[in-house]
Antibody, heavy 119, light 106 residues
Framework: EVQLLESGGGLALPGGSLRLSCEASGFSFGKVAMAWVRQAPGQGLEYVAGISGSGGSTDYADSVKGRFIISRDNSNTTLFLQMRGLRGDDAATYYC????????????WGQGIKVAVSS | IQMTQSPSSLSASVGDKVTITCRASERVSTYLNWYQQKPGKAPKLLIYFSDKLDNGVPSRFRGSGSGTDFTLTIMSLQPEDFATYYCQQTYTAPDTFGQGTKLEMK
């Protein structure tokens, strides 16, 4: 059974940093692209970032480019999202998701982790 | 690529047939996916590549379209279908989602 478990959320100061983790199990992690998607309170889904199975290719939404870094540790089957320069509009529930190759849809999602940004 | 869903909200009754549309600002071939989300839960994949049902998704859900115009149709609404639905294009990185369509019980 595929499982994705996010951690590392919480409260950060404006301009501060947080590092989210997503521990994966139940599939060949190193062969699968992954992504982070967020949802601000009461709002819709927003793609944040994606990474290839090897980690050699990444992409970002314009809203986070230059501030967030997606990475992965295939030996420990863990996905990361390093967030710096946090702003109020980064407050959201962050989901990690497993991407299916080829058609690229997100077929499995974690339960989500909340990030709050406030002074 | 901008994704625009319509309507933003929809009221319907059990047994109704409902249709949600999604329009892309550029052609996305058939790299168009649909997700269902219930309050407090993670999104769930329903349909990928425009018309392919994910495993376990009831056949009353149907997707269609190519290029810029897509539809999600629920043939006979069931009580568990009242939720918010999102389209997503994965043709060009970064992915983009529609703003969502909230399906409410009439």
């Amino acid at each position: 059974e595929v499982q994705l478990l996010e951690s590392g959320g919480g409260l950060a100061l404006p301009g501060g940093s947080l590092r989210l983790s997503c521990e994966a199990s139940g599939f060949s992690f190193g062969k699968v692209a992954m992504a982070w998607v967020r949802q601000a309170p009461g709002q819709g889904l927003e793609y944040v970032a994606g990474i290839s199975g090897s980690g050699g290719s990444t992409d970002y939404a314009d809203s986070v480019k230059g501030r967030f870094i997606i990475s992965r540790d295939n030996s420990n089957t863990t996905l990361f999202l390093q967030m710096r320069g946090l702003r109020g509009d980064d407050a959201a529930t962050y989901y990690c998701a497993k991407r299916v190759g080829g058609w690229r849809h997100l077929d499995c999602w974690g339960q989500g982790i909340k990030v709050a940004v406030s002074s | 690529i901008q994704m625009t869903q319509s309507p933003s909200s929809l009221s319907a009754s059990v047994g109704d047939k409902v249709t949600i549309t999604c329009r892309a600002s550029e052609r996305v071939s058939t790299y168009l996916n649909w997700y269902q989300q219930k309050p407090g839960k993670a999104p769930k994949l329903l349909i990928y590549f425009s018309d392919k049902l994910d495993n376990g998704v009831p056949s009353r859900f149907r997707g269609s379209g190519s290029g810029t115009d897509f539809t999600l149709t629920i043939m006979s609404l069931q009580p568990e279908d009242f939720a918010t639905y999102y389209c997503q294009q994965t043709y060009t990185a970064p992915d983009t989602f529609g703003q969502g369509t909230k399906l409410e019980m009439k």
